[in-house]
């Protein structure tokens, strides 16, 4: 799972030119790519006339399903890293209510896109329809890191689900980022988080024994 918007940045003044379609040519690398894997990959998405912040699920079929971001977030002025303060979200997307669930080895999970895991009737309605896992693609700003990461982990305890957070390891659309992706078992222990910069995996393996977790950080020569 990768962050929010992903394949393109935050980049808001960018995505009706980036925009993708349902069955973007674009995303054949990603299917050659996947193998035994499932990917969720983010993107300005257009349906119709209207644009919406997409989070795409390559299976490993070669089948692509979408989820769409329901709640559309704001960034305050004091979120800038270089001056620009980027529009609200509202002012370039349209919500949309996609919401497919992802299942990979008898696991079913649910995706979330950054200000949608605010409500917190989202992950109960996820729990209710089965799902032990909840996926975040996230853009968490150093600010607000603290209290998102907080909601992720009581949402993991409260629904025994296994928690995964997605976030950037840099600043995108003139945003610093906190970094620091993570996942959380369902009793809201700390499995793997990554460094607050930088790019790397967060893993976690479910076996008989309990959960394990690693966290790789990819270094530049």
Known sequence: MFPELSLTGYELDLAHGLAFGRSDPRLA??????????LIVGAPVRIGPRLHIGAFIVSPDGGIDLYTKRHLGAFSTGASCDGIVPPAEATVFDPCDLNPLVRFGGNIAAVAVCADTG???????????????YLASMFIIPSEFKKETSNLRAYAVRHSMTVALANY????????????????????ELLAQLDPAGAGVAVAIESQAGWSG???????N
């Open 29 to 38: 690398p990603l299917i050659e790519a996947a193998g035994s894997m499932t």
């Open 119 to 133: 409500s917190p009737s989202r992950p109960k309605e996820a729990a209710d329809l089965g799902a032990r896992t």
């Open 169 to 188: 390891g840099g600043p995108s659309g003139g945003l610093a980022s906190g970094g620091r992706s993570a996942i959380w078992s369902e009793r809201g």
């Open 214 to 220: 690693k966290a790789v950080m990819f270094r530049a």
